[in-house]
């Protein structure tokens, strides 16, 4: 039960599959009320979890919604980590400041615990709401908009061997998937998809289309197999001087240097375009390093994932760590109190222990920068810079925060949201 603020009671409970229409209606009015196509409702039915989502409800209304995707997160070292997917999470207008959204919360992160996964992960529609509830700011992305009539590529050798062919999206999904899957272990932050989620990334609803063509895609190809590829749109626009389309990159990836210049050389030199619109990619995509003018890319950073450990140890324990590392942490958590307290970590490349400790605490966290830096994009330095750590014993912050650095290896990426 959760109870509002004026003494009346209302009921939540795992969502059952004859109310998952009324469930879902509520989410779209949460955001924005804009109704969806058939095919997109029926994917997202078919993707819920009915056994780890919640709904609450006044009567016979769902004033609230929550559910958590049984993801896996790639994190430092390559592990492949159970993480709950916290995800449709929405209060009804009338019911704000009840304690609907504590409540969902509360039992989610109850939930999570007893299902074993160390780790719940979300993107948020609105970052001031789930710091609270201790999710910490892990990933960035960054969206670009490329003057591609002044900005030009220099490319790697072989990208001239690559062949590019086109390919309506839903021909090519099993080749394109198997060069996603070969990523993943590659860079922290990464979902491995379970059977359905292939489906997200060729969705083609007009609605999404922003006046934009129907989505389209090109593989590279060397020695007869699929090496990349990129799904975009184009949206044409014409000036008093002539064509100013746009190209708008859905997707792109790649295996190796040269098919991933060849693919972004092939979007810059679209007939009729002189825009290349990409959003949500890596900090370090290597674009930016093969880019004539940076100026002109107009790079913005936002960020993306944010994560927050479920089981402290656990947690720690699934990860490597850059440099050897000896700390104990004093963790703070007041929504889920049994990861407070002090926690030895002891790990460095090969592998990690974390265990409950009485020594004295080195370094002081919430759960929250414990959750930010957790898969190496947020130095624990930077957060001390901001007052949101505090180091006890002399030294112990700097080995800490190398540690926990992403040193040689790729910025942690979430590649596409859920």
């Known amino acids: 039960m959760a109870t509002d603020v004026t003494g009346s009671a209302a009921d939540l409970r795992v969502l059952r599959r004859d109310e998952w229409d009324k469930f879902y209606d509520t989410l779209i009015r949460g955001f924005g009320g804009v109704p969806e196509s058939a095919e997109e409702r029926e994917l997202w039915n078919a993707l819920t979890e009915f056994d780890r989502s919640l709904g609450v409800w006044d009567g016979d209304a769902c004033v609230g919604t929550a559910g958590a995707f049984s993801f896996r997160l790639t994190v430092p070292g390559g592990a492949s980590v159970p993480a709950a997917g916290v995800t449709m999470v929405s209060v009804a207008a009338t019911h704000r400041r009840r304690g609907v959204l ?33 999710y910490g700011n892990a990933t960035y992305h960054v969206n670009a908009e490329i003057d591609t009539s002044r900005v030009r590529l ?95 990159v859905e997707a792109l990836a790649a295996l190796d240097p040269a098919a991933d210049a ?53 947690a720690l324990e699934a990860r490597t760590y850059q440099t050897p590392v000896d700390v104990v942490f004093e963790v703070e958590d007041a929504f889920c109190p049994w990861n407070a307290g002090r ?3 002891s790990g460095d490349q090969k592998g990690a222990s974390c265990e409950r400790t009485t020594d004295a605490a080195d370094v002081v966290l919430s759960v929250r920068e414990l959750g930010a830096a957790y898969l190496g994009g947020v130095s624990l330095a930077s957060l ?21 650095a992403g040193g040689a290896g790729p910025a942690p990426w979430l590649p596409h949201g859920f």
């Open 102 to 134: 504590t409540s969902m919360m509360r039992r989610q992160l109850d939930d999570v615990r007893a299902w074993g996964e160390p780790l719940a992960v979300l993107t948020a529609s609105e970052p001031a709401i789930y710091g609270r509830f201790g």
């Open 154 to 248: 220099s490319v790697p050798p072989g990208t001239d061997d690559v062949r590019l062919q086109y390919a309506a999206p839903a021909d090519v999904l099993e080749a394109c998937e198997a060069v996603y899957a070969r990523l993943v272990p590659s860079r922290p932050g990464m979902l491995a998809r379970r059977p359905g989620w292939e489906r997200v990334g060729v969705l083609d609803p007009e609605s999404e289309r922003g006046g934009a063509s129907p989505l389209q895609c090109v593989v590279a190809e060397r020695d007869g197999g699929t090496v990349g590829y990129a799904r975009y749109r184009i949206k044409p626009e014409w000036a008093t001087a002539g064509p100013e389309g746009a190209v708008v």
């Open 262 to 314: 060849a693919l972004w050389r092939f979007l810059f030199d679209i007939d009729l375009t002189s825009k290349v619109v990409a959003r949500g990619r890596p900090v370090d995509d290597a674009w930016q390093y093969l880019v004539s003018d940076i100026r002109r890319c107009l790079p913005r950073v936002r960020d993306s994932l944010y994560v927050r450990p479920v089981e402290v140890g656990a």
């Open 343 to 345: 926690w030895r970590l």
């Open 384 to 404: 001390a810079a901001a007052g949101r750590v505090r180091e006890v014993r002399r030294g112990a912050l700097a080995e800490a925060s190398l540690a926990f």
